[in-house]
């Protein structure tokens, strides 16, 4: 399971430098990596209690909580972030960019988690 993620998802072992991937042209890691869906998890992006985007009332249509309770950001029926604006691979947003969750601001291009994502997505690095 995906959800909440080891640090170690985080950093960027990889020769790949992170200013070579354009994240607002890919958008992979906004989206339910197969790992989780095929364990049957529709729980994404966890979010931490003391995360910003939880004391936004405007903001609580893109919360909800899974089977324990825990608040993750809501997907959409393709399994997309529905914070996400854009065409995943050409130009993709976070409308929630500056409240994301810890766990969305913890990925870091480049790192060996971005990297899977984008080629379960086929986008090439």
Request: aromatic share 6%; with cysteine; hydrophobic share 30%.
């Amino acid at each position: 399971m995906v959800v909440g993620m080891p640090a170690a998802c985080y950093r960027s072992p990889t020769p790949v430098p992170p200013f070579a991937l354009d994240c607002q042209r890919c958008g992979a890691c906004c989206t339910n990596p197969a790992e989780n869906r095929n364990e049957g998890f529709r729980d994404w992006v966890e979010i931490d209690p003391r995360d910003v985007i939880l004391q936004r009332p405007k903001q609580r249509h893109l919360i909800v909580l899974n089977n324990e309770g825990q608040p993750h950001l809501r997907l959409d029926p393709a399994g997309r972030c529905v914070a996400l604006r854009g065409k995943l691979g050409q130009r993709v947003t976070c409308a929630i960019y500056e409240i994301r969750p810890r766990a969305c601001q913890r990925l870091q291009a480049g790192s060996d988690r971005c990297l899977e994502y984008r080629r379960e997505r086929g986008f090439e690095t």
